[in-house]
């Protein structure tokens, strides 16, 4: 049981690239979320979807885009990368209201 | 909206003595709490969580916490900690109540175990 899955776990990007940060559940969880974390600054959610098909934003959405098109998978999007979106990412799911999210081991971008 | 405060950005503790990580959260409906430990360089690990019922949680690696409604308080302990507890310790709120799905974190509090 692989639990959360997020590739790559280190990738460096120039200013005005574009990639993307992908994430998988093998747990059959409804709920998945996007997270980035900076020092000093705790876990600030980006992005989250419900279930296949919903997303919603979260608290820091600009320069990033979601999709989920199946109850697996989660990629986060980066258009035009910026150095304010050097961080490190998690990606994490849940099953049901009240119980506890999972957590992947994260993607360290660098942005320059 | 929820909110989470970690009143202290680092903790620094002599091996074998107690240690208190403290949380207080804001919240206009009832809330689930937990807490996560994070090693250097890993993701996040739930130590404990207080869905309902008794107050006392015990959790993971010999911690626990205590949920005060009324000090709108869950302060994290460990009566006698190991160098290996030197980590990165965060507090997260989720709301109770129905279409309430996001995890609200804390800026976390680092603990560091001294010999």
């Known amino acids: 049981n692989a639990g959360v899955t997020q590739t790559p776990k280190f990738r460096i990007l120039k200013i005005g690239q574009s990639m993307t940060l992908q994430c998988a559940q093998d747990m059959n969880h409804n709920y998945m979320y996007w997270y980035r974390q900076d020092p000093g600054m705790g876990l600030k959610l980006i992005y989250y979807s419900v279930g296949a098909g919903i997303t919603d934003k979260g608290e820091v959405p600009n320069g990033y885009n979601v999709s989920r098109s199946t109850t697996e998978d989660f990629p986060l999007r980066l258009e035009l990368a910026a150095p304010s979106q050097t961080s490190v990412y998690f990606c994490?799911?849940?099953?049901?209201?009240?119980?506890?999210?999972?957590f992947g081991q994260g993607t360290r971008l660098t942005v320059v | 909206a929820q909110s989470v405060t970690q009143l202290d950005s680092q903790v620094p503790v002599f091996e074998e003595a107690p240690v208190e990580l403290r949380c207080n959260y804001s919240s206009s409906v009832s809330v689930y709490l937990f807490w996560y430990v994070q090693y250097p360089n890993q993701g996040l690990q739930l130590l404990l969580k207080y869905l309902s019922g008794s107050t006392l949680v015990k959790g993971i690696n010999g911690f626990e916490a205590e949920f005060n409604k009324s000090q709108t308080s869950f302060h994290l302990r460990k009566p006698s900690v190991h160098i290996s507890d030197t980590a990165e310790y965060f507090c997260a709120v989720r709301g109770g109540g129905s279409g309430t799905y996001k995890y609200i974190f804390g800026t976390g509090t680092r603990l560091k175990v001294l010999a």
């Open positions: 994490a799911s849940s099953y049901s209201s009240g119980l506890e999210a999972f």
